[in-house]
């Protein structure tokens, strides 16, 4: 079975600090998909990344980056330099064969001016 | 432009009126799907289309249909709305990634 755990429920910083938001998945599956969406108040979900399982490497997109350690099933995620507009609910997700993604609870993130 | 579009973004019923709720896509994609939002929670996926081919989850209820006539259009249909079933409906397609529409928040009085 699938599993995506988002351990923090909400986090609160005050603007232009950097904040990292931690995802930790379980799959048995050797071929997977790991996603970010970013949810706004409007409720739309947002893509921001896909990575595959075979790559490992670091990403980098203007103030995102995301951390993939496939020895500790861990696919971080983390915004420097947080803004105000940065404030939405953040998902994990884990897709796996049969193009199923499983959605972790979400981290509520809150970036005060 | 959006490219999955979801009619209405608000809808009302009332419990056990039989409601329908919309989506489009202009991406032709192959795979559709319908997933279940409650407030302060994950998406719950509820169904998919492979094309035609229509995949329930195990746990969806049965007050839960979908139909999809063509590959543009799907429908989710609730025969008899409770309570619980207040949430947002969000429909997405896929192609290496989910586009999601902006959904239809489902209120039941």
């Known amino acids: 079975a699938q599993k995506v755990t988002q351990a923090q429920t909400e986090i609160s910083v005050v603007e232009k600090e950097d904040v990292t938001l931690d995802c930790v998945y379980e799959t048995r599956d050797t071929t997977y998909y790991l996603f970010w969406y970013k949810q706004p108040p409007s409720g739309e979900l947002v893509f921001l990344i896909r990575?595959?399982?075979?790559?490992?490497q670091n990403e980098i997109s203007g103030r995102y980056s995301w951390n993939f350690q496939k020895s500790t099933s861990s696919f971080n995620f983390t915004i420097t330099a947080s803004q105000v507009v940065d404030s939405a609910v953040y998902f994990c997700?884990?897709?796996?064969?049969?193009?199923?993604?499983?959605f972790g609870e979400g981290t509520q993130l809150t970036v005060n001016p | 432009d959006a490219m999955v579009i979801q009619n209405p973004r608000y809808q009302v019923t009332q419990f056990g009126k039989p409601v329908t709720l919309s989506c489009s896509q202009t991406l032709n994609h192959n795979v559709m799907y319908w997933y279940q939002q409650k407030s302060s929670q994950a998406p719950k996926l509820l169904f998919h289309?492979?094309?035609?081919?229509?995949?329930n989850e195990a746990d969806t209820p049965d007050n839960f249909q979908s139909r999809r006539p063509n590959t543009s259009f799907c429908f989710l249909d609730i025969r008899s709305p409770g309570l619980g079933d207040a949430a947002m409906y969000l429909c997405?397609?896929?192609?290496?990634?989910?586009?999601f529409g902006s959904g239809t928040q489902l209120s039941v009085l």
């Open positions: 990575r595959n399982s075979f790559d490992e």
């Open positions: 289309y492979y094309d035609k081919d229509f995949n």
């Open positions: 997405a397609t896929s192609r290496e990634k989910l586009f």
């Open positions: 997700a884990l897709e796996t064969s049969g193009s199923r993604l499983t």
